[in-house]
């Protein structure tokens, strides 16, 4: 499958050595976007399969750009690429429904080996980063912030029972279940196929029905509810 790319960025020569880095891979870059309101009409325009997304651009940030290009565009992956290590950015990222994570700072082989994971549906986060946002969520941490910016203090732990009726979510199958505590840890779809000894198709439909039944939109988004509402064991 070619991966069609959207790249937002206001650096225009960071674009384009993005653009050639990926056209080297095979990739098609469709579109770049110096600003927040332009990557959200181009992206609606091209539907690319990943957008590329910086953080702070000029007529809108990239947070709001990737809330409104997942309302409309809910299969589209939108990877976040930034400088900034701060936890409560990549906390916000997640919440605002980006598939992924990237630091500039990263290698151009794994920039495209994540990427790459986007295009298929899976986490694009280095393991760190990931290995963050459980912590957090396992101690019950939110990804509020408080009115000064600043991420606002961990909640203690909850129970099953203490999750409010408004989060009580249709009933999860048994093999639905068993595919949600392998994405917890962290497995690919491959891996998840491996572990339960079915396909890859049967992983990915599995995971559709927990997206529609959480009614969520991406498997960082589905990690971050399992833990923080204790629906697998491992929560």
């Known amino acids: 499958?070619?991966?069609?790319?959207?790249?937002?960025?206001?650096?225009?020569?960071?674009?384009?050595?993005?653009?050639?880095?990926?056209?080297?891979?095979?990739?098609?870059?469709?579109?770049?976007?110096?600003?927040?309101?332009?990557?959200?009409?181009?992206?609606?325009?091209?539907?690319?399969?990943?957008?590329?997304?910086?953080?702070?651009?000029?007529?809108?940030?990239?947070?709001?750009?990737?809330?409104?290009?997942?309302?409309?565009?809910?299969?589209?992956?939108?990877?976040?690429?930034?400088?900034?290590?701060?936890?409560?950015?990549?906390?916000?990222?997640?919440?605002?429904?980006?598939?992924?994570?990237?630091?500039?700072?990263?290698?151009?082989?794994?920039?495209?080996?994540?990427?790459?994971?986007?295009?298929?549906?899976?986490?694009?986060?280095?393991?760190?980063?990931?290995?963050?946002?459980?912590?957090?969520?396992?101690?019950g941490a939110s990804f509020e912030t408080t009115a000064a910016g600043e991420p606002a203090p961990p909640r203690p732990p909850r129970s099953r029972a203490d999750v409010p009726e408004e989060l009580r979510v249709e009933p999860l199958t048994a093999r639905e279940v068993e595919v949600l505590e392998c994405l917890v840890t962290g497995m690919t779809n491959r891996e998840i196929a491996a572990r339960l000894i079915v396909s890859e198709n049967t992983v990915k439909y599995h995971l559709r029905n927990i997206l529609q039944k959480l009614h969520l939109q991406n498997r960082s988004q589905v990690v971050a509810f399992a833990l923080r509402h204790g629906l697998t064991d491992d929560a």
């Open 1 to 139: 499958m070619t991966i069609r790319m959207l790249l937002a960025d206001d650096h225009r020569l960071l674009r384009e050595s993005l653009a050639g880095l990926f056209e080297a891979r095979g990739m098609v870059v469709v579109g770049q976007a110096d600003s927040g309101p332009e990557a959200v009409a181009l992206a609606r325009a091209t539907v690319p399969d990943v957008v590329l997304m910086d953080l702070s651009m000029p007529g809108g940030g990239g947070l709001e750009a990737t809330r409104l290009i997942k309302a409309v565009l809910p299969a589209t992956s939108v990877v976040i690429l930034t400088a900034s290590e701060d936890e409560a950015d990549l906390f916000e990222a997640v919440k605002s429904g980006a598939q992924g994570y990237l630091l500039k700072s990263y290698d151009p082989a794994t920039v495209i080996q994540l990427v790459e994971a986007a295009a298929r549906g899976e986490p694009a986060l280095t393991p760190q980063l990931a290995s963050r946002i459980l912590v957090e969520f396992a101690r």
